[in-house]
């Protein structure tokens, strides 16, 4: 009778210490990841970086003058490790945006930041933002969703702001990068160092 008593407590004792295993699995330990990048847009002109895919189409925006609703821009844009365009490069951000709000300057932004062989630690790694731009606020935040590389399984945020207006067709938008990424067996040595 005593050990028909004690085997419901031993199959708590292993549920309790297999959910725990589960849930260590299910959520690693991570690796913070802090980066400040300056991407250059550039609209028109020699060295544009960004065209139009749709113009028009829509109907015109509220607060936008010659602008429309559903306007998509794609962009391969130049990275820096500054505002200046005469940094030195990191990398390109690739991908679109498209203004979203019939009524507010909001644009839906998807770009992958390939960081080129000046990217140090992270050279040849990719790093996914999207998000929501209300692009007349100073800091925008938008999330990271991804990456590869040395990156990869990327999560986090960027807080985007507009760096410098250099001109009319040129701007710097600055990407301060929070993220974090699992944690690799090599970090694990680091730390126990």
């Known amino acids: 009778m005593a050990a028909a ?19 260590a699995a299910a959520s690693p330990r991570r690796r913070p990841v802090h980066m400040r990048l300056y991407m250059h847009d550039v609209i028109d002109g020699p060295g544009q970086t960004a065209i139009r895919l749709i113009w028009g189409a829509g109907p015109p925006h509220a ?14 844009d130049l990275v ?23 009524r507010e300057a909001v644009l839906v932004v998807a770009i992958t930041v390939a960081l080129t062989s000046a990217g140090g630690p992270y050279n040849g790694s990719t790093l996914v933002v999207a998000g929501r731009d209300r692009v007349r606020d100073e800091t925008r935040e938008l999330a990271v969703v991804g990456g590869t590389g040395a990156l990869r399984g990327a ?3 960027v807080l985007w702001r507009t760096a410098k ?9 600055e990407l301060d990068v929070h993220a974090s990424v699992p944690a690799t067996a090599d970090d694990d040595a680091v730390a126990t160092e």
């Open 155 to 157: 999560a986090g945020y």
């Open 63 to 76: 607060s936008m003058p010659g602008r429309a609703f559903g306007d998509t821009v794609a962009v391969d």
């Open 80 to 102: 820096t490790e500054g505002p200046s365009i005469a940094s030195p490069a990191v990398g390109r951000a690739q991908g679109t945006y498209m203004l979203s709000s019939q």
């Open 5 to 23: 008593n004690k085997i419901p407590l031993l199959l708590a004792a292993v549920l309790s210490l297999a959910t725990g295993a589960v849930a």
């Open 165 to 173: 207006v250099w001109s009319e067709i040129h701007m710097a938008l």
